[in-house]
Protein backbone atom coordinates (compact mmCIF):
# COMPACT_ATOMS: atom_id res chain seq x y z
CA UNK A 1 0.00 0.00 0.00
CA UNK A 2 1.86 3.56 -0.80
CA UNK A 3 2.22 6.23 1.48
CA UNK A 4 -0.59 8.39 0.46
CA UNK A 5 -2.89 5.82 0.42
CA UNK A 6 -2.04 4.65 3.97
CA UNK A 7 -2.42 8.19 4.84
CA UNK A 8 -5.73 8.43 3.26
CA UNK A 9 -7.02 4.97 5.06
CA UNK A 10 -5.74 6.76 7.98
CA UNK A 11 -7.62 9.91 7.77
CA UNK A 12 -11.10 7.72 6.82
CA UNK A 13 -11.07 5.21 10.13
CA UNK A 14 -10.00 8.92 12.16
CA UNK A 15 -13.22 10.38 10.76
CA UNK A 16 -15.66 7.23 10.83
CA UNK A 17 -14.63 7.03 15.03
CA UNK A 18 -14.52 10.66 15.72
CA UNK A 19 -16.48 12.50 13.61
CA UNK A 20 -19.55 10.56 14.71
CA UNK A 21 -19.74 11.04 18.31
CA UNK A 22 -19.00 14.72 18.13
CA UNK A 23 -22.19 14.93 15.65
CA UNK A 24 -24.11 13.09 18.14
CA UNK A 25 -23.19 15.12 20.98
CA UNK A 26 -23.62 18.08 18.62
CA UNK A 27 -27.09 17.28 17.57
CA UNK A 28 -27.99 16.77 21.70
CA UNK A 29 -27.09 20.58 22.36
CA UNK A 30 -28.78 21.93 19.16
CA UNK A 31 -32.17 21.37 20.18
CA UNK A 32 -33.60 24.68 22.63
CA UNK A 33 -35.27 23.20 25.62
CA UNK A 34 -38.60 24.65 26.49
CA UNK A 35 -38.26 27.00 29.60
CA UNK A 36 -34.07 27.80 29.29
CA UNK A 37 -32.85 30.27 31.16
CA UNK A 38 -30.48 33.24 30.10
CA UNK A 39 -27.35 31.13 31.90
CA UNK A 40 -28.34 27.52 30.27
CA UNK A 41 -28.42 29.42 26.95
CA UNK A 42 -25.34 30.67 27.12
CA UNK A 43 -24.03 27.72 28.42
CA UNK A 44 -25.57 25.60 25.65
CA UNK A 45 -24.38 27.78 23.38
CA UNK A 46 -20.91 28.27 24.65
CA UNK A 47 -20.73 24.13 24.47
CA UNK A 48 -22.62 24.22 21.15
CA UNK A 49 -19.39 26.61 19.35
CA UNK A 50 -16.80 24.14 21.23
CA UNK A 51 -17.92 21.34 19.39
CA UNK A 52 -17.67 22.98 16.48
CA UNK A 53 -14.17 24.35 16.73
CA UNK A 54 -13.44 20.75 17.93
CA UNK A 55 -15.23 19.05 14.63
CA UNK A 56 -13.08 21.70 12.67
CA UNK A 57 -9.79 21.08 14.55
CA UNK A 58 -10.27 17.30 13.42
CA UNK A 59 -10.74 17.96 10.14
CA UNK A 60 -8.16 19.96 9.72
CA UNK A 61 -6.13 17.55 10.97
CA UNK A 62 -6.76 15.20 8.01
CA UNK A 63 -7.22 17.50 5.55
CA UNK A 64 -3.13 17.94 6.54
CA UNK A 65 -2.26 14.14 7.03
CA UNK A 66 -3.89 13.66 3.35
CA UNK A 67 -2.53 16.36 2.20
CA UNK A 68 -5.21 17.99 0.84
CA UNK A 69 -6.71 21.22 1.67
CA UNK A 70 -6.24 24.85 1.12
CA UNK A 71 -6.29 28.04 3.79
CA UNK A 72 -7.56 31.11 2.24
CA UNK A 73 -6.02 34.33 3.95
CA UNK A 74 -8.33 36.17 6.24
CA UNK A 75 -4.96 38.58 7.25
CA UNK A 76 -1.49 39.53 5.82
CA UNK A 77 1.50 40.14 7.29
CA UNK A 78 4.33 41.77 5.11
CA UNK A 79 7.60 41.70 7.03
CA UNK A 80 6.22 41.78 10.25
CA UNK A 81 5.56 45.77 9.77
CA UNK A 82 2.50 46.15 7.29
CA UNK A 83 -0.92 44.69 8.14
CA UNK A 84 -3.14 43.75 5.39
CA UNK A 85 -6.71 43.24 6.74
CA UNK A 86 -9.63 41.32 5.15
CA UNK A 87 -7.71 40.77 1.92
CA UNK A 88 -9.47 38.70 -1.02
CA UNK A 89 -9.86 35.56 0.22
CA UNK A 90 -10.24 33.89 -3.85
CA UNK A 91 -6.46 35.30 -4.79
CA UNK A 92 -4.60 35.05 -1.81
CA UNK A 93 -4.30 31.46 -1.02
CA UNK A 94 -1.84 28.55 -0.18
CA UNK A 95 -3.21 25.54 -2.02
CA UNK A 96 -1.76 21.78 -1.51
CA UNK A 97 -2.70 18.92 -3.36
CA UNK A 98 -0.99 16.11 -2.44
CA UNK A 99 2.68 16.66 -3.94
CA UNK A 100 1.92 20.34 -5.46
CA UNK A 101 1.43 23.13 -3.80
CA UNK A 102 0.22 26.68 -4.94
CA UNK A 103 1.11 30.15 -2.54
CA UNK A 104 -0.53 32.87 -4.51
CA UNK A 105 -0.39 36.36 -3.19
CA UNK A 106 -2.48 39.21 -5.00
CA UNK A 107 -2.16 42.67 -2.97
CA UNK A 108 -2.25 45.31 -5.64
CA UNK A 109 -5.48 46.01 -7.47
CA UNK A 110 -3.64 49.04 -9.39
CA UNK A 111 -0.87 46.59 -10.79
CA UNK A 112 -0.77 42.94 -11.99
CA UNK A 113 2.44 42.20 -10.74
CA UNK A 114 3.74 39.19 -11.70
CA UNK A 115 0.73 36.43 -11.59
CA UNK A 116 -1.51 39.23 -13.47
CA UNK A 117 -3.93 39.53 -10.15
CA UNK A 118 -1.12 42.13 -8.46
CA UNK A 119 1.12 39.68 -6.49
CA UNK A 120 2.73 36.52 -7.32
CA UNK A 121 2.26 32.68 -7.74
CA UNK A 122 4.74 30.24 -6.73
CA UNK A 123 3.70 26.91 -8.05
CA UNK A 124 5.62 23.71 -7.27
CA UNK A 125 6.18 20.40 -5.60
CA UNK A 126 6.37 20.04 -1.67
CA UNK A 127 9.52 18.71 -0.75
CA UNK A 128 11.19 18.33 3.29
CA UNK A 129 7.55 17.81 4.47
CA UNK A 130 7.50 17.57 8.45
CA UNK A 131 4.66 17.62 10.85
CA UNK A 132 4.40 16.84 14.46
CA UNK A 133 1.92 18.19 16.95
CA UNK A 134 3.52 20.42 20.14
CA UNK A 135 2.56 20.03 23.75
CA UNK A 136 -0.31 22.49 23.65
CA UNK A 137 -2.08 20.28 20.70
CA UNK A 138 -1.18 22.78 17.98
CA UNK A 139 -0.55 21.22 14.62
CA UNK A 140 3.29 22.14 13.22
CA UNK A 141 3.35 21.42 9.37
CA UNK A 142 6.60 23.06 7.24
CA UNK A 143 7.86 21.90 3.63
CA UNK A 144 8.92 24.06 0.96
CA UNK A 145 7.48 24.98 -2.31
CA UNK A 146 10.54 24.22 -5.08
CA UNK A 147 8.62 26.12 -8.46
CA UNK A 148 10.51 27.33 -11.50
CA UNK A 149 13.38 29.29 -10.80
CA UNK A 150 11.92 30.47 -7.28
CA UNK A 151 11.02 28.16 -3.98
CA UNK A 152 9.42 28.99 -0.99
CA UNK A 153 9.61 27.83 2.85
CA UNK A 154 6.21 27.41 4.44
CA UNK A 155 5.76 27.01 8.47
CA UNK A 156 1.69 26.00 8.84
CA UNK A 157 0.76 26.16 12.44
CA UNK A 158 -2.74 25.12 13.01
CA UNK A 159 -4.29 26.05 16.65
CA UNK A 160 -5.55 23.57 18.72
CA UNK A 161 -9.54 23.03 18.60
CA UNK A 162 -9.90 24.83 15.99
CA UNK A 163 -8.89 25.31 12.15
CA UNK A 164 -7.55 28.53 12.71
CA UNK A 165 -3.80 28.41 10.74
CA UNK A 166 -0.82 30.92 10.98
CA UNK A 167 1.05 30.53 7.82
CA UNK A 168 4.90 32.26 7.89
CA UNK A 169 6.21 32.00 4.42
CA UNK A 170 10.05 32.86 3.69
CA UNK A 171 10.51 33.23 0.11
CA UNK A 172 13.96 32.55 -1.75
CA UNK A 173 13.30 35.46 -4.36
CA UNK A 174 13.54 38.19 -1.59
CA UNK A 175 14.07 38.60 1.99
CA UNK A 176 11.01 39.97 2.70
CA UNK A 177 8.85 37.44 4.94
CA UNK A 178 5.04 36.96 5.01
CA UNK A 179 2.39 35.73 7.08
CA UNK A 180 -1.02 34.83 6.52
CA UNK A 181 -3.82 34.10 9.02
CA UNK A 182 -7.18 32.28 8.27
CA UNK A 183 -8.92 28.86 8.16
CA UNK A 184 -7.55 25.67 7.14
CA UNK A 185 -10.83 24.07 5.12
CA UNK A 186 -10.06 20.56 3.17
CA UNK A 187 -9.98 21.19 0.17
CA UNK A 188 -13.55 19.06 -1.18
CA UNK A 189 -15.48 20.88 1.79
CA UNK A 190 -14.00 24.33 0.51
CA UNK A 191 -14.88 23.70 -2.75
CA UNK A 192 -19.05 22.83 -2.24
CA UNK A 193 -19.46 26.19 -0.13
CA UNK A 194 -19.45 27.33 -3.63
CA UNK A 195 -16.07 29.33 -2.71
CA UNK A 196 -13.77 29.79 -5.73
CA UNK A 197 -9.89 30.29 -5.94
CA UNK A 198 -8.26 32.08 -8.71
CA UNK A 199 -4.58 31.17 -9.69
CA UNK A 200 -2.93 33.60 -11.37
CA UNK A 201 0.23 33.38 -13.48
CA UNK A 202 2.86 31.55 -12.00
CA UNK A 203 6.50 32.43 -12.45
CA UNK A 204 7.61 30.74 -16.27
Known amino acids: MGKIMRILVGALLAMAIILPAAAQELQQVTGIPENETKEERKAREKKLEELR??????????????SYFVIT???????????????????NFI???GDKAIVQLALSKAHPGLNGLGGITVDGTIGGRKIKTTKKGDIYYTFNVNGT????????????NSNQSMVYISPNFHSNTLTVYGPLIPYD??????NK???GRSIP
Do not use: C, W
Open 53 to 66: DSIAFVEAKMAIDS
Open 73 to 91: ADRIMLDNRINVMAPESST
Open 95 to 97: LVQ
Open 149 to 160: GISAQVTITVYK
Open 189 to 194: HYGTRN
Open 197 to 199: IFK
